[in-house]
């Protein structure tokens, strides 16, 4: 007996010394951390934390809402004071953003999104393409900045998008003009402008996904634990934390563009709403999200993101049925070295996944992929692609979301900045 003891202790002793005198694993192209040395353990660490943070937080849910929202954490306890306009943080990036898309069989595809941020700045997004027709976008389009914006409300540039039930309904309208497109550059003119109207309603069918309590605690371990640890890596974490959620619903009707007829449509897609103390957009060098929903009725979220030194392979995503069931996402073989790390994301591919106890096979066919910039230097360039799928032999429709860093700056001078 004692001679196994001996063995297993020498067997550890090893183990730990040759951990001790591993180096760390090169980050791939400089931006993707690997596994390290000690890896597993600081897997089954992180794993172990997140598990006694969620518990503290059910065993004590009155209490949540005390502006300890994390992983694990839910960052309200009531849901109307989580689906509504947020009150910006006192710092200077700010955030509090809502995003909705929606399409269907027919080609129909509609993005919009509201970014609220200090100094009355607003970031926005609107496309919209009909079926057989023109992609219509905004004016400042590849721009997405606009000022003077209504500081309390999700409320600029002609784009309302505003709460009408928590967690339920929604309204999105638009009054203003739009741009016949693509123009993926810049340029101060008003060539190709007609008038547009927008007025739907968005009512959920699903239940919403709160990544800070939702997510699988095996992709948040996995992506933690391949990075090098310090007081700082865990301060700069907390620090960047914001609140985010979904949840996929039906929009139901018109859009009126100048010279032709009005169009009434049906469309299913996602929408989501996060809010925090900051959003750098120069933080990220790459991420990938895939918003899709099958013609059964499933829903799905999957994606990849890449923010060196914080979260640099990062796995997400859910899927959800029309029941109310929803299961994390807990692998995938997503990889974004592998999808258009050149720059320009990849016209078909192919993605496995599991959630739950069932593997999907995810095809992917790009048909329109209009981009826009985000910050005011333009950090971050970001095709908004319009996809079908075939999932598991079902097939669907969404928004494929690639953004990439950008360092060429913006040929817009800005009118403000957040420093």
Known sequence: MSCVCVIIFTVIFLYFLRNLYLPEAVALYGKYARPGPWYWEKRGIFMLLLK???????KNAA???DGGAGYGVKSKADIKDMDCAQKLEKTPKAVDAVYFNGSNQQGAYIVT????????VAQMVLFVQ?????LLQLPEHPDSTVYGCDSDVHDAGGLKLECVTPMKQWKITYDGKLRKGPRNEWKDNEDGLVNAKLDFTWTAYTDYYDFDVDQHPATISDAVAKEQWSREFFQTLKDAHQT???QFGEWIGTVEVEGQEKVELTMRGMRDHSYGKRREWGDFHRYGIHMVHLEDGTSINL??????????????GYVMDRSGKKEAISVTDMSLPELGEDGIPPK????NFEAGEKKYLMQVEVLHAPIFYMGFNWEAKIFEQMIKVNVNGQDGYGIAEFLYRWYL???RPAKESFE
């Open 348 to 351: 078909g591919y192919e993605i």
């Open 52 to 58: 006694l943070r969620k518990y503290r937080s059910e």
């Open 63 to 65: 209490k949540s809402a």
């Open 244 to 246: 985010h959620y979904e």
């Open 130 to 134: 009909l079926p057989g027709g023109d």
């Open 113 to 120: 999104a509201l970014s609220r941020r200090p100094k009355n």
């Open 409 to 411: 700056g913006s040929p």
């Open 303 to 316: 994606g990849k993101i890449c923010i060196p030194d914080m979260l640099s392979d990062l796995s997400i």
